[in-house]
Nanobody, 125 residues
C-alpha cells in the first residue's frame, strides 16, 4: 500500500523554525516529484513547494521564498521542508504529495497521485 506520512509539525513562535518530514512506504520516491501543500482554516489548499525526482528542480510559492527549503533523500525515501522565519500566516495543515514523473521532468503541483494525511503547524506567541 502506497503511503506518505508527514511529521514535524507543532507549535512555534513567530520567527521560529520547524522541519517537516514526509516518509514514504510501499513505494520508492525516486520515480516521483514531490510537493508540499498547506491548507489554513477557511482557505483553499495551496502548493507551497515542489522538488523534482532528482532534486535538481525546486519551486516555491512567492510567500515562502527565502524562508522555506525543500529537500529530499531518496535513499531514505523521505522529503523535507525546512521552514525558517515562520509567520502567523504560515499556520496551516501541511500535506506532502507524490506525483510520478518522467526522468528529468520539472516538478509541479498538479497530477499528484498519493497524499499524506497532513501535519499541523501553528505559529503563535
Amino acid at each position: 500500500q502506497l503511503q506518505l506520512v508527514e511529521s514535524g509539525g507543532g507549535l512555534v513562535q513567530p520567527g521560529g523554525s520547524l522541519t517537516l518530514s514526509c516518509a514514504a512506504s510501499g513505494f520508492t520516491l525516486d520515480s516521483y516529484a514531490m510537493s508540499w501543500f498547506r491548507q489554513a482554516p477557511g482557505k483553499e489548499r495551496e502548493g507551497v513547494s515542489c522538488i523534482s525526482r532528482n532534486g535538481v528542480w525546486v519551486n516555491y510559492v512567492e510567500s515562502v521564498k527565502g524562508r522555506f527549503t525543500i529537500s529530499r533523500d531518496n535513499a531514505k525515501n523521505t522529503v523535507f521542508l525546512k521552514m525558517n522565519g515562520l509567520k502567523p500566516e504560515d499556520a496551516a495543515v501541511y500535506y506532502c504529495a507524490a506525483g510520478r514523473r518522467p526522468k528529468g521532468a520539472w516538478c509541479s503541483y498538479s497530477g499528484m497521485d498519493t497524499w499524506g494525511k497532513g501535519t499541523l503547524v501553528t505559529v503563535s506567541s
